[in-house]
């Protein structure tokens, strides 16, 4: 087998994966290679998207501790 690497521009990917796709799979494997750091934010995007985090703007999560101090302290 031979090894080819690509590099493929972000918004023609879909597209060259729908050719891929229509080779035979016992001919061709594809493997993307990615680093530690963009699989870490594919699996919190991931957790995001099935609800499994919570997304709060900074200005909201800062007034809500704004006001937790402010009880807390009195």
Do not use: C, W
Request: zero cysteines.
């Amino acid at each position: 087998m031979q090894l080819v690497t690509l590099e493929i521009s972000d918004d023609y990917y879909d597209k060259f994966l729908h050719i891929v796709d229509a080779l035979p799979t016992e001919k061709i494997q594809l493997k993307s290679k990615k680093s530690s750091m963009t699989k870490e934010i594919d699996t919190r995007i991931d957790g995001y998207l099935k609800d499994k985090s919570i997304a709060v703007d900074f200005t909201s999560s800062m007034n809500t501790l704004k006001e937790k101090l402010l009880v807390t302290s009195k």
